[in-house]
């Protein structure tokens, strides 16, 4: 063969050898995706005392958010909701450890600060400073709300007065370093109350102008009805950050689940 036939050959082997590693890969992130998809709860759990709704939107084929419920048979309602700092694939499996962890967790624990200190323990604060994770856990007792945090975003309570409410108790993010201290916090809701818990992707949604969204712009929405329930309060909330990156794709996940209490 000559030279240049044979430099010809050669490269259309690569690029066939790199076209199907880069199939081999798309077809490894869509499996990925898939049980990740089946790790997260399809629907909220169904409750006379609350009613739940979620919305969950991801910014590459996985990501670092996820969310679960646990309702006992006395109808206390337990919420976590977390974010993994980054995107994709490293965001995705360390989301998924954290899972697996939470449910071991409630299995013999649901005391929303002691829940957070035990994950903490489980990570040991063996993540590099980059890759930690956010998280608020709640539990509902009849209409008394037990929440801890650690280093998410507040816990917003959505009143039938339209007044509005950030919750917010000291903890740093989970992984930094081993036993966080969380604080546990107390709140008495009302029949009508709509409570929020949602990620970072949402309030702090940037444009390619460096324009941020802000959790300011959550209160409007609040103003923006004279009543709200919780689908259409998170509904609207994604309306509004999706019209606010004006077509651009969104930078970071986007969750949020809100419970309404009867």
Same mark, same amino acid.
């Given at each position: #063969?000559?030279? $240049? =036939?044979?430099?010809?050959?050669?490269?259309?082997?690569? =690029?066939? @050898?790199?076209?199907?590693?880069?199939?081999?890969?798309?077809?490894?992130?869509?499996?990925?995706?898939?049980?990740?998809?089946?790790?997260?709860?399809?629907?909220?759990?169904?409750?006379?005392? !609350?009613?739940?709704?979620? %919305?969950?939107?991801?910014?590459? %084929?996985? $990501? /670092?958010?996820?969310?679960? !419920?646990?309702?006992?048979?006395?109808? &206390? #309602?337990?919420? +976590?909701?977390?974010?993994?700092? $980054?995107?994709?694939?490293?965001?995705?499996? =360390?989301?998924?450890?954290?899972? /697996?962890? =939470?449910? &071991?967790?409630?299995?013999?624990?649901? %005391?929303?600060? &002691?829940? #957070? @200190? %035990?994950? @903490?323990?489980?990570?040991?604060?063996?993540?590099?400073?980059?890759?930690?994770?956010?998280?608020?856990?709640?539990?509902?007792? /009849?209409?008394?709300?037990? !929440?801890?945090?650690? /280093?998410?975003?507040?816990?917003?309570?959505?009143?039938?007065?339209?007044?509005?409410? &950030?919750?917010?108790?000291?903890?740093?993010?989970?992984?930094?370093?081993?036993?966080? $201290?969380?604080?546990?916090?107390? *709140?008495?809701?009302?029949?009508?109350?709509?409570?929020?818990? !949602?990620?970072?992707?949402?309030?702090?949604?940037?444009?390619?102008?460096?324009?941020? *969204?802000?959790?300011?712009?959550?209160?409007?929405?609040?103003?923006?009805?004279?009543?709200?329930?919780?689908?259409?309060?998170?509904? +609207?909330? *994604?309306?509004?950050?999706?019209?606010? #990156?004006?077509?651009? @794709?969104?930078?970071?996940?986007?969750?949020?689940?809100?419970?309404?209490?009867?």
């Amino acid at each position: #063969l000559s030279p $240049g =036939l044979s430099t010809a050959i050669q490269n259309s082997e690569f =690029l066939f @050898d790199l076209e199907q590693s880069h199939t081999h890969l798309v077809e490894q992130i869509d499996m990925a995706a898939q049980i990740q998809e089946g790790l997260l709860p399809a629907s909220p759990p169904v409750s006379s005392d !609350y009613v739940i709704a979620q %919305r969950h939107r991801q910014a590459k %084929r996985v $990501g /670092g958010d996820f969310f679960s !419920y646990r309702l006992s048979s006395s109808g &206390e #309602l337990n919420v +976590a909701l977390a974010d993994v700092a $980054g995107k994709g694939i490293p965001a995705a499996m =360390l989301a998924s450890f954290v899972l /697996g962890a =939470l449910q &071991e967790v409630w299995a013999d624990e649901d %005391r929303p600060a &002691e829940v #957070l @200190d %035990r994950l @903490d323990q489980l990570l040991g604060g063996s993540l590099d400073p980059f890759r930690f994770v956010t998280m608020a856990t709640l539990k509902f007792v /009849g209409r008394k709300l037990y !929440y801890a945090t650690a /280093g998410h975003e507040p816990i917003f309570v959505l009143r039938s007065s339209k007044e509005h409410i &950030e919750l917010k108790m000291p903890g740093l993010p989970l992984g930094i370093r081993a036993g966080g $201290g969380f604080g546990l916090g107390v *709140f008495d809701c009302e029949p009508g109350d709509i409570v929020v818990v !949602y990620t970072d992707g949402l309030s702090e949604a940037r444009r390619s102008d460096g324009k941020m *969204f802000g959790r300011a712009n959550i209160a409007k929405i609040v103003a923006s009805k004279d009543s709200w329930d919780g689908a259409s309060f998170i509904n +609207a909330i *994604f309306s509004s950050v999706e019209e606010f #990156l004006r077509g651009e @794709d969104p930078p970071d996940d986007q969750t949020a689940v809100a419970i309404k209490v009867l």
